[in-house]
């Protein structure tokens, strides 16, 4: 676990831009959608009052931040695992981590360990500028901003889970880079990261709670901003706990299967 730590966090640190790029980016996906508010309406006390029609909250740009910081760190964990082994096949070193003495649990536990450090890091440090910048900052240092992150890193354990999912179809498929857009730009629309879940059509709401950033973002909101939770701060807890006992196991054994079936094949190594 420290042996994957060390490695990708030098390779990290080499690259600032990265760092930087990652902290800047939930302020990018928050004025985006504040700059079309503004076009259509004139003015963002129209924004805020047309908005608090759906949310029920006039603070539409600290509502999109918060979405969009909580969506940047979990998009993060997601793809990170897969990515990473997408990273070593590239390069060509991915047979040897497969033949090293080591279970899937510990590479995966090293780079959950890498993942989390650095996406909290810059998660935590980006909120704070952005917060800063736009005048949140009194929100963000409030008692509820430790609670909010509480139900944010319960719903990483499922994410960790689905990580090992899409490292198993890494394997499988060998470019999942088109496969990785097309799953992050649908995500972004059902998660409620712009707006609430609840302006989605109720199927599309079915699907929105299955995954487990739309409940983090939702939750994390209800708390800050004393909006509605997806169901009740109970129910919404019981689905993350249980998606934390599911994702997990359901990941692991796609991905010993896809391997071993990889493994067979010799087409570990093939990119």
Known sequence: MKAVFKARYKIYVRYPGWALLNIVFPLFLTVIPVFLAFGVT???ETTNLIFSRYAKTEDFVFYVLLGSTVWSLSSMIMWDFGMWLYEEMEIGTLEQIFLAPVHTIELLLGSILYTLVISLINSIGGVLIASALLGYLHIVLSPRFLLALMIILLGFIPLFGMSLFFGAIVLRIKEPWAFFNFLTALLVYISGVFY???????SVRVIAILFPAAIQIADARAIMLDVEYVF????DTLLLISYALVWPLFGLIMFEKIKYEARK?????AY
């Open 232 to 235: 009740s701060p109970l129910i």
């Open 196 to 202: 609430p879940l609840a302006v989605l059509p109720p």
């Open 265 to 269: 094949r010799g087409s570990i190594g």
């Open 42 to 44: 004139g003015s963002m």
